[in-house]
């Protein structure tokens, strides 16, 4: 019973402390009661405290948006996340997109310049996935976590003290009324103080005011010790600010590492593919036009190094074959795939014999293996002496 008793009394205490803060609230804001205001200095902290609460959920959310542009997947990762749990691992789209390509090259062939271009550029892709994947968990742990642990961690703890340090104010401001009200009645007792009555209630109002007093003081005390704590906590935003500064520095070395190796990747998958024309047609039974005219890019007497880094056979030599109608032997640079009869399919590195003939396009030789002749296009030769 003394239990219950004591439950029960606390619980009258409790609901009169929250009737009482409920009043108070009320009549601030219809202004019909004074309100303790906070010393400048810790008025601006909760302002940089709620400052850098908004802007680093925005920050973190969008940085999670950066790296896991699917919202189903984001959902998903959250969901693990509250059940403890590992997300199961799942192939990104690079990754994704490099076996699509691996598996159509292999389909293709190969050994056909479009085939073999596809297996490597899906084998870049790959290694691109894996440089993305590298980046967000190296982003998620140096810099997204430490974002998520002040959101979760000390900002909570923040906020609970300022709800904390609201009541004391509260509790404070009533305080105060009820030291204005219980003085006012006193005086009021004291100028009608012409009965044995009304001297009880000058006796009674003065009890009142000493209560109230004490009760003030009390009140008093308690804020003042909880806008220190709540001071304390909020000077450790500025310790948070460097961390979080620190881990700035990290998501942007993770980001510059991640875009170095996809540089990397690109320019070596540039270099690979500087084997194959750079305007390759497919086999649709239509006279195929070549890679750019060899007439048209006069520049020297000798072999020339193009942009992507391809050799082609000097127009001066090809023109000095034209015009001699003699036969040259010619190194084949890359694979080139008949579009008709009437052209000769060839093979990297093969070497073949070429002449030209009287009215054939200047873009084109006719070009001889063993029993098979045809028509061969010039930027795909290089003359041998």
Known sequence: MNIMDFNVKKLAADAGTFLSRAVQFT???????????????????????????IWTEKIMKQTEVLLQPNPNARIEEFVYEKLDRKAPSRVNNPELLGQYMIDAGTEFGPGTAYGNALIKCGETQKRIGTADRELIQTSALNFLTPLRNFIEGDYKTIAKERKLLQNKRLDLDAAKTRLKKAKAAEARASQLNSTRLEGDNIMIWAEEVTKSEQELRITQSEFDRQAEITRLLLEGISSTHAHHLRCLNDFVEAQMTYYAQCYQYMLDLQKQLGSFPSNYHCNNNQTSTPAPSASSNVIGSSALTSTSGLVMTSPSNLTDLKECGGSRKARVLYDYDAANSSELSLLADEVITVFSVVGMDSDWLMGERGNQKGRVPITYLELLN
């Not at 009549?27 to 609460?53: F, I, M, P, V, W």
């Open 27 to 53: 009549e601030e804001k219809l202004g019909q009661a004074e309100k303790t205001e906070l010393d400048a200095h810790l008025e601006n902290l909760l302002s940089k405290a709620e400052c850098t609460k």
